[in-house]
């Protein structure tokens, strides 16, 4: 799958070494520095991550669908150009209402694996 721009998806089937619930996710990688990345992702309606923490802040912005989650406990939902903060060490969660992509910032950079 790839969009005009030529930009390959790949499939992420966990985070931090935790496998995704509900199915696989997709993302691709539109940018990287020295100091962070950008991400595109894309969650199926039905698609979660477990509760997890990173070592990097990252910022999400919601292009289209429907997030839910959890940040430090508290539960947020997220609507088309809404953004969330997940600080490092923060344990957080997110999932896929409808099918949701967004545009993930995260510094330093580290890449989803699998």
Not at 44 to 63: A, K, N, Q, R, T
Not at 97 to 105: A, Q, Y
Request: proline fraction near 10%.
């Amino acid at each position: 799958m790839s969009d005009d721009d030529g930009r390959p998806w790949r499939t992420m089937t966990s985070v931090e070494g935790l496998p995704l619930l509900g199915g696989h996710a997709l993302f691709r990688l539109p940018l990287r520095t020295e100091r962070g990345l950008l991400l595109e992702i894309e969650y199926p309606e039905g698609v979660s991550s477990p509760e997890h923490f990173h070592d990097h802040d990252s910022f999400i912005y919601l292009l289209s669908g429907h997030l839910a989650g959890t940040v430090n406990g508290q539960e947020c939902e997220l609507l088309p150009g809404q953004t969330l903060l997940h600080p490092r060490g923060a344990p957080h969660t997110v999932a896929a209402l409808r099918t949701s992509r967004w545009l993930e910032f995260k510094a330093p950079p580290t890449l989803p694996i699998g």
